[in-house]
Nanobody, 121 residues
Framework: QVQLVESGGGLVQPGGSLRLSCVAS????????MGWYRQAPGKERELVAG???????TYRDSVKGRFTISRDNAKNTVYLQMNSLKPEDTAVYYC???????????????WGQGTQVTVSS
């Protein structure tokens, strides 16, 4: 079984910063990509940022220039540095990992439990 453990959420004032971390552990042969989704109350889950293990990144438009995703391949860890936070960034942030358990095997996706980010004065 593969587990994802997130950390780094919390309460921050508008304009502030937070750094989220997510560590993947368990039966992993290789990771294709990791990233972050978020879900605000009453809204659908949306992709925030993703990064392949070759370091190709993708961001939703509303966070470009403010958020930076990075990864540590050796530690199976992904980070999300969030700067210039806005109240509309308030949501539960979920980490995901796309991985294989054996060479040329199927790609699976697992999710973390979520971490709350609240931006408020």
């Amino acid at each position: 079984q593969v587990q994802l453990v997130e950390s780094g959420g919390g309460l921050v004032q508008p304009g502030g910063s937070l750094r989220l971390s997510c560590v993947a552990s368990g039966r992993i042969f290789s990771i294709n990509a990791m990233g972050w989704y978020r879900q605000a109350p009453g809204k659908e889950r949306e992709l925030v940022a993703g990064i392949t293990w070759g370091a190709t990144t993708t961001y939703r438009d509303s966070v470009k220039g403010r958020f930076t995703i990075s990864r540590d391949n050796a530690k199976n860890t992904v980070y999300l540095q969030m700067n210039s936070l806005k109240p509309e960034d308030t949501a539960v942030y979920y980490c995901y990992a796309d991985y294989r358990v054996r060479v040329n095997g199927n790609v699976y996706r697992n999710w973390g439990q979520g971490t709350q980010v609240t931006v408020s004065s």
